[in-house]
Structures are given as structure tokens and as C-alpha cells.
């Protein structure tokens, strides 16, 4: 178990406790269905927290919105009752904020551990003032990723909290709203973009990355390969939506799981080996580091070729861009990628990466 993770959970695991998971319903809906979740995840070994929510605003008015005030109560209630969850400990809830009042009522109900959902998360005015109600308290606090795929509005939220003094910070991986121009078929509620995530505990290695598998996925039946997906690349901690009766729920029906269900994804799921380095694998590495370094001199030469593209076109007196130069190059590159066995939309990108590059260097030659 890596030390941040540690620090965070304020629960010291050995590693193959990991990943750590949060577990519980979209919405607190009755103290019985409360009450019930939390005895069935307190008999699962592998989970560290229970989730509720208690203010739920949905996108549109009309639905089911949370119970505010008395889902805490009833939390306090489990909390402060004889039940443990598999460690031993005190059960332990954690609930979404979105205004400082929620925060403020979370800390007098006992609350050590909220989050900051999607939308609160892309208003840097709204996070200051969460921060504000916060500062000097010794409560733990994840940040979902904000709706849209803009990594410095995450960071930037990671990093109010850490100034407002909130010692434990971790991050969730929710998943984003994109509009999807090349595919109109959507098979995730929201698109993972692992790359943004990655990318995150690339530049904050300090902070924990917790994946939420049911926002992305978006439906239940998607939700063990997308954990299974987070724990392959050694993502500190899921976050799962799981209910009593899925049917019968107030919100988010879809994709919250059984007890049952989440139990079956626990029980499949690897537990992660860190960072290991084994020998076996260096050959290959190699390989790919010699692959690597001559794309890296091919790119140079292809660059060095637009160049001297726009000393001719400017001589001619010929536009940069030539729509039909290039949809034959897509189209020539596009089907040699299929003879290949290449993923299309992953060559495509790359191919717009490139002549996007290439573009550039004529125009500014």
C-alpha cells in the first residue's frame, strides 16, 4: 500500500489490501434502506467506506433530490451504533458538498470524508467558498474531475484545498461529457479519458486517484471491466454505486449494483502489484525504446519535408492547406491502418496530431 493512500484512509493496510474501495448508494433514501447497504458492505472485507448522497440536485427539476439534514442523522446513527465495518472500526460515510452549509453539517454529523461532485468542481467560486467553511477542520476531501476534460480545473480545485490547509486530498475519476462528432454511438454515460487521469497522477504524484466506475460506465453491466480497467492501471482506489434494490432506486437505478453483485466484482478483481519492474519484461521494453527513437527521427524528417513543401507553395503562390491532398492522406493512411489491424479512431487522431504539426510549421517557416 502506497503511503498516501495510507495517510489519506487514515487506516493503515498492508498492500494487497488495495484497491481501496468506497461502496454504497446514489442517494440515502430511507434510514432503512441506509441502514441495510451498510450492514451487507460491513461483511465485505475489501471496503473501507460507505458512500451516500444526501443533496442530490439533478439536471433537471423534478426527481428525487436528496434528504439533506436527516440522511446525516441516520449516518451518525450507524456511526455511533455496534456495527463495524470488517476492520473493526467505526463505520465510516462519506457524502457529496456542494455548498458550504453541506460542508458545515457534515463536520457536526461527524462526517471525516466528503467530496466535491462534476459541477462544483469546474466553479472556482463555489470551491473557494466549500474551502473557506473547511479551513482548520481535520476533514479528508476527494475531488471528482470536472465535467469537461479541462485537467487544470481539476488540479486547480486539488489545489484551493491543499492552500485552505486540508491535509488529505485525493482525486475521483468520474468521467467526462464529450460530444461525441465521430461516433454518435456513446458506449459510456461518460467518457473515461484514462489519458487525463494519467496525466494527473503524472504531474501530482502526491495525490491519490480514486476511479468511479459507475458514473463512467453509466450502467452496471459495464461496471466490472471499467474497474477492472482502473486496478490494470494501478489507480489507488474505486468508488462504486451499490444498492439494496437497484430497481426500486430514487436515482441512478441503472447503474448502481446489488451487495451481490459488487461482492462477485471483489472477489474477480487482481489486487495490484505497484510498480514492480521484473526482468522478463526488459527485452521488449527495449524494443520499444529502439521503436520510439526512430519514429522521433521520422517525425524530424517528415517536419524538415513540410518545410521545404512551404518554400514551394509560397513560390507558387499556393495555399498552406490542401482539403484535397489531405482527405486522400486520410484516406490512404486510414485504410493501410486497417490492413494493419489498427484501431481507426487512435490512427486518425494521430494523423490529425501530425498534419495539425505540420500545418504549423509552414504557415510559421
Not at 27 to 37: G, I, K
Not at 313 to 328: N, S
Request: aromatic residues 6%; contains cysteine; negative net charge.
Amino acid at each position: 500500500m502506497s503511503k498516501k493512500l495510507c495517510i489519506f484512509a487514515n487506516h493503515f493496510m498492508e498492500q494487497n489490501d488495495r484497491p481501496f474501495i468506497i461502496a454504497g448508494p446514489c442517494s440515502v433514501e430511507s434510514r432503512e434502506q441506509l441502514l441495510a447497504v451498510s450492514e451487507s458492505l460491513c461483511r465485505m472485507p475489501r471496503v473501507r467506506m460507505i458512500r451516500g448522497g444526501v443533496w442530490k440536485p439533478r439536471t433537471r427539476p423534478g426527481g428525487f433530490e436528496g434528504l439533506g439534514e436527516p440522511a446525516l442523522r441516520w449516518m451518525k446513527e450507524i456511526t455511533e451504533s455496534p456495527l463495524r465495518m470488517s476492520d473493526g472500526a467505526p463505520v465510516r460515510f462519506c457524502c457529496e458538498v456542494a455548498r458550504p452549509e453541506h460542508a458545515e453539517l457534515c463536520q457536526q454529523y461527524g462526517i471525516h470524508t466528503v467530496w466535491l461532485g462534476a459541477r462544483t468542481t469546474a466553479n472556482p467560486f463555489m470551491v473557494e467558498e466549500i474551502c473557506e467553511s473547511l479551513r482548520g477542520s481535520t476533514i479528508q476531501v476527494m475531488v471528482k474531475n470536472p465535467i469537461s476534460p479541462d485537467l487544470k480545473l481539476w488540479i486547480g480545485a486539488i489545489e484551493r484545498m491543499q492552500q485552505a490547509g486540508i491535509d488529505h486530498v485525493a482525486a475521483v475519476h468520474r468521467g467526462f461529457s464529450v460530444y461525441h462528432w465521430r461516433n454518435a454511438q456513446q458506449i459510456y454515460r461518460n467518457d473515461p479519458l484514462w489519458e487525463v487521469a494519467l496525466e494527473l497522477r503524472r504531474q501530482r504524484p502526491d495525490i491519490p486517484v480514486i476511479c468511479d466506475p459507475s458514473h463512467i460506465g453509466g450502467d452496471r453491466r459495464l461496471v466490472a471491466s471499467l474497474a477492472l480497467a482502473a486496478v490494470q492501471l494501478d489507480y489507488d482506489g474505486l468508488m462504486l454505486e451499490v444498492h439494496p434494490s437497484p430497481a426500486d432506486a430514487l436515482t441512478d437505478g441503472a447503474q448502481q449494483l446489488t451487495p451481490t453483485e459488487l461482492a462477485t466484482i471483489l472477489n474477480t478483481l487482481p489486487y495490484s502489484s505497484g510498480n514492480g519492474n521484473p526482468a522478463s519484461l526488459e527485452p521488449l521494453r527495449k524494443q520499444i525504446d529502439d521503436i520510439d527513437h526512430e519514429l522521433l527521427g521520422l517525425l524530424s524528417l517528415r517536419m524538415n519535408l513540410s518545410r521545404q513543401i512551404a518554400h514551394i507553395k509560397r513560390e507558387q503562390q499556393l495555399t498552406v492547406y490542401q482539403a484535397k491532398r489531405w482527405e486522400e492522406v486520410m484516406h490512404d493512411r486510414l485504410q493501410m491502418a486497417a490492413d494493419l489491424g489498427l484501431n481507426p479512431d487512435f490512427v486518425k487522431e494521430l494523423l490529425e496530431k501530425i498534419h495539425g504539426e505540420s500545418v504549423r510549421v509552414q504557415i510559421e517557416d
